[in-house]
C-alpha cells in the first residue's frame, strides 16, 4: 500500500514538475519572441495568452493520454495474472516461492512466506511481488492532468506578468532574470524528489529555458526588423 502510494504521489510530482518547467520556458519564449519582433504589449501579450491557454490544455492532454496508457496496461497485467492463478496455481506458487528467493530468503522460508501470503489474499500476493501492482490504488489520469494543466499555468503566468509590469526598455532583461530564478528553483525541486544531483539538474534546467529564450528572442528581432 505504502509503495503503491509513493508512485501516485510521485505520479503527481512529475506531472507538475514537467508542467511547471514547460510553462515557463515556452511562455518566456513567446514573450520574448515578441518583445523582439514588437513594442507593442497588447501583442506581446495576445500571443502570449493564447500560447499559454494552448499549453496548459496540451500538456494536460498529453499527460492524461500518457497515464490512461499505463493504467490500461496494468490492467491487462492485473487480468492476466488472474487468468494464471486461476488455471496454474501451482506453477504461480513457485515463482512467488523463486521471487522471495532471489530476494534473499532461503528455499524453505521462502515457500513458508509465499504460503502464508497466499493464503490471506492470493491476488494481493501476487500482484505486489509479480507486478508491483496495487489493483486498489492504480495511477489516475486525472491527478495528472489537473497537475500538469495548473502547473504550466501557474509558470506561464510568470513571464506573463514580470513583462506586463516591467518598463519598456528592460522588459526583456529583466523578464531573463526573473526565468532564470524560477528555472533555478525549478531544477533544485525536481532534483529533490528525485533524490538526484541537484547542480547538474539545475544546469539542465536553467540551460535549456535560456537557450529556448535567446533563440526566440533572436528570431522576433529578426522578424520585427525586416517588418514581416
Given at each position: 500500500m505504502e509503495s503503491s502510494y509513493i508512485g501516485q504521489k510521485l505520479n503527481w510530482l512529475r506531472a507538475a514538475v514537467l508542467?511547471?518547467?514547460d510553462g515557463i520556458?515556452?511562455?518566456s519564449a513567446v514573450v520574448v519572441g515578441m518583445a523582439g519582433a514588437t513594442n507593442s504589449l497588447k501583442l506581446i501579450l495576445t500571443a502570449s495568452v493564447a500560447?499559454?491557454?494552448?499549453g496548459a490544455l496540451s500538456m494536460a492532454?498529453?499527460?492524461y493520454i500518457s497515464v490512461s496508457s499505463q493504467r490500461d496496461?496494468?490492467?491487462a497485467l492485473i487480468e492476466k495474472e488472474r487468468l494464471q492463478l486461476q488455471n496454474n496455481p501451482e506453477q504461480e506458487?513457485?515463482?512467488?516461492?523463486l521471487i522471495y528467493e532471489n530476494e534473499g530468503l532461503s528455499k524453505e522460508t521462502a515457500r513458508i512466506v509465499a504460503k502464508e501470503l497466499t493464503e490471506h489474499d492470493v491476488h494481493a500476493a501476487h500482484f505486489h511481488a509479480e507486478l508491483g501492482i496495487n489493483p486498489n490504488n492504480l495511477t489516475n489520469p486525472w491527478h495528472a492532468f489537473y497537475a500538469s494543466a495548473v502547473a504550466f499555468l501557474i509558470g506561464g503566468t510568470i513571464p506573463l506578468i514580470t513583462i506586463s509590469i516591467s518598463p519598456e526598455s528592460i522588459r526583456v532583461p529583466i523578464t531573463f532574470v526573473t526565468v532564470f530564478f524560477v528555472l533555478t528553483m525549478i531544477g533544485f525541486l525536481s532534483a529533490e524528489a528525485g533524490e538526484a544531483?541537484?547542480?547538474?539538474a539545475i544546469i539542465r534546467v536553467v540551460i535549456g529555458g535560456l537557450l529556448a529564450m535567446l533563440?526566440?528572442?533572436g528570431i522576433g528581432e529578426i522578424f520585427g526588423v525586416v517588418g514581416i
Open positions: 508542467g511547471g518547467n520556458v515556452s511562455i500560447s499559454l491557454i494552448a492532454v498529453g499527460e496496461t496494468e490492467k506458487l513457485e515463482e512467488l516461492v544531483k541537484k547542480v547538474n533563440i526566440t528572442f
